[in-house]
């Protein structure tokens, strides 16, 4: 949005400020930045980025307010009262009706009699054109100063034109048309506002006037108005339509109530000087639903604790606020303040924050780590799980999709016997969207897979055909409390390949295909940080998804299910346009039992000492019995253990098993000795010969 420098001065002391780049320098502080700066004559014509939420500054009054809060200078002084009248009052040759009190809250007009043709002054048409507009007539050229100065649109009838010298402010009749300033004819429907007369509509509320009416070289007595239109019912309006325009920009946003009267104003001034004639004593305003004046308060230790600053004081929050505009009271250690109507995106205390510190220079604040007494850890100790187990997958040689969380449930039927198997309620609670994007998909998903496996067909039907692909996210299958929606969910991982497969994604691909055992060794895979792949309990799953006798569960040792993994049946892979192998597996994430915290050891760079112990064992003795014995001793300075070897045959006795233990020592602080360590392998071999009668 461009902004003359010069025009900026009228409100503001720009040399105060800086000058051009002293301004820029401001507004970015403002948060609206000068994307550009260029000359034109002997102004600098400004390219300003204003958010959607900010149509306070869509004028250049609200950017010098802007501009002097930053700067901590004084605005300058907007010309007020009255401008010079006579003759009769508007309201005895005018009337206003507003039918629609909640959409126009405002519609003020004023009216100038005995105008005659005439240019605007030299210094309104020379500042429009730099700004990229060209000069029409004195009328219309005022209306858009006012806007570009005030931020407020404005609209100019020729009065002589509106039937029974009225304006009436109502909804649009269904198939009333309207032809407007661009000379094309609209037809309206009843979600329109219109501005009309005794006859007809005259002006499609908030977006570009009626060509009927509009002031040309013969009008000899103007009507301006300028009123608030609300911004739903003119975006609506104006999208329908394709019409977008500078009115309609700003009333989308939400425009200033407050503006109405000093706007017009401005554009009376500028019809006198430019065209002459009489200005009506008195401004018709015919006032709607009244708005309610916003508060809200500012507390010191919010103010500290959401800047990190502890030097900002109550008396700069007072001083930062009353400097853009808003009402302040001090009560203790707060302020109670009054949000002005022209500042629609200011809600509560949070943004009261926002706006000292813009003032304050968001630069200007500390930059430090908040303290803290320990190792960082998760907050929320599923996210660790979630984060694992997915560079788990891509180190399987998985790739991450997002599917779409909406499905129908008739796709997730075939996987019933899984979910009721995985905790999800007996009579599922179907969360359902009343305004979906899709009739077809209108439930959240209770399961990942066939969100999945849409994803796998689509890969496929573009040409890759070894594809695997994993997703996290939540399913909805939980009988929960409204008063705390997470209850409604659970947390899955779900996985699918076909084609070849790859055992890592940095390998190329294999040259046999995916089978029921990589999809399986996937799984132990991801499981492995909770539980060793011999820990699961597996057992045959039927579902009407997987094919028969292809499918798997697998269980915790204590009998929790974790996980499903199977190949998917044919009438599946059929609906879904599958290839004709396909392996699939989801995990409860909720489900795999807590694990042991990692924690820092620092590495030795003293070398290891690698000792191997044999002996032989009774083929009933289990390894894991003799593992977690070798740890229970406790060998001092015992690295890591290991089975090296297993042999039975020739040269052992039947029913015996020589095994081979591989122990690596290594000391911390200092360089290990054989002696100390023939000591600790000694003490484990005698221990294992009391223990389970080995023979070394």
């Not at 000068?34 to 980025?49: K, M, P, R």
């Not at 505009?325 to 926002?354: K, Y």
């Not at 996210?473 to 076909?498: H, I, K, N, T």
């Amino acid at each position: 949005m461009k902004f003359s420098l010069e025009w900026l001065n009228d409100h503001v002391d720009v040399e105060a400020g800086g000058g051009a780049a002293g301004v820029r320098a401001l507004l970015e502080q403002a948060g609206l930045p000068a994307e550009s700066a260029s000359q034109s004559g002997s102004d600098t014509i400004l390219e300003v980025e204003i958010t959607p939420n900010r149509p306070d500054a869509m004028g250049h009054r609200g950017l010098a307010r802007e501009v002097a809060a930053m700067a901590g200078i004084a605005c300058r002084p907007v010309p007020e009262g009255e401008p010079l009248s006579s003759g009769e009052s508007v309201e005895r040759l005018a009337s206003v009706i507003n039918q629609v009190p909640r959409l126009c809250r405002r519609f003020g007009v004023r009216m100038i009699r005995g105008v005659r043709n005439g240019p605007a002054p030299e210094r309104v048409r020379s500042r429009l054109m730099r700004l990229g507009m060209k000069a029409i007539s004195s009328a219309v050229d005022a209306t858009n100063y006012g806007l570009w100065d005030t931020g407020q649109p404005l609209h100019a009838f020729d009065f002589d034109k509106l039937a029974g010298g009225m304006l009436i402010v109502r909804k649009a009749e269904k198939g009333e048309r309207l032809v407007t300033l661009d000379g094309i004819e609209r037809q309206l429907t009843a979600s329109d506002l219109v501005v009309a007369d005794a006859e007809r509509a005259v002006s499609l509320a908030g977006v570009m006037g009626g060509l009927e009416t509009s002031v040309t070289e013969s009008t000899r007595n103007v009507l301006l108005e300028a009123a608030w239109w609300d911004p739903i019912t003119v975006r609506r309006t104006s999208r329908r339509l394709g019409l977008h325009t500078d009115a309609s920009h700003r009333f989308e946003r939400g425009a200033d109530l407050e503006a109405i009267p000093g706007a017009l104003d401005l554009a009376a001034r500028l019809v006198l000087e430019g065209s002459g004639g009489t200005l009506a004593p008195g401004l018709l305003d015919a006032r709607g639903n009244p708005f309610r004046v916003r508060r809200a308060a500012l507390r010191l230790a919010r103010l500290h604790l959401l800047s990190g600053d502890d030097t900002l004081t109550l008396d700069f929050a007072e001083e930062a606020l009353r400097r853009l505009g808003f009402g302040v009271e001090r009560r203790g250690r707060r302020l109670n303040v009054s949000i002005p109507l022209f500042r629609q995106d200011v809600r509560g205390e949070d943004d009261l924050v926002e706006e000292v510190l813009r003032v304050h220079g968001y630069h200007r604040l500390p930059s430090r780590l908040p303290p803290s007494t320990g190792a960082g850890r998760y907050l929320e100790p599923l996210r660790e799980v979630e984060e694992r187990v997915a560079d788990a997958a891509a180190n399987a040689g998985l790739f991450e999709t997002v599917s779409f969380p909406f499905a129908d449930p008739a796709e997730e039927r075939p996987f019933d016997p899984w979910l009721a198997l995985s905790g999800a309620a007996a009579e599922r609670i179907r969360l359902r969207l009343s305004n979906p994007l899709d009739e077809g998909r209108r439930h959240l998903r209770a399961t990942l897979l066939p969100g999945l496996l849409d994803a796998l067909s689509h890969n496929a039907r573009q040409g890759r055909a070894d594809a695997g692909l994993f997703e996290i996210g939540r399913a909805f299958d939980r009988e929960g409390r409204p008063e705390e929606p997470e209850s409604f969910e659970s947390r899955r991982l779900a996985f699918a390949l076909c084609g070849e497969m790859r055992t890592h994604w940095s390998e190329p691909p294999a040259t046999r295909n995916a089978d029921f055992f990589d999809a399986r060794g996937i799984l132990e895979r991801l499981l492995y940080p909770w539980m060793a792949p011999e820990a699961l309990l597996w057992s045959p799953f039927d579902a009407e998804a997987f094919a028969p006798g292809a499918a798997a569960l697998a269980r915790s040792s204590s009998g929790a299910v974790l996980a499903v993994v199977g190949a998917v049946a044919r009438a599946e892979r059929e609906r879904r346009r599958l290839p004709e192998r396909v392996f699939a597996g989801e995990v409860v994430l909720e489900a795999i039992p807590p694990g042991p915290r990692a924690a820092y050891r620092p590495y030795s760079v003293f070398p290891p000492i690698v000792a191997d112990l044999s002996f032989a064992q009774p083929r009933e003795l289990l390894w894991g019995d003799v593992d977690r014995f070798v740890h229970e001793q406790q060998l001092r300075n015992l690295e890591s253990l290991r089975l090296l070897d297993r042999y039975e045959g020739r040269g052992v006795s039947e029913g015996t098993i020589k095994t081979t233990l591989r122990l690596t020592f290594r000391s911390p602080d200092r360089t290990l000795e054989q002696d100390e360590v023939n000591t600790e392998v000694e003490r484990l071999g005698r221990a294992l010969q009391e223990r389970f009668g080995v023979v070394l």
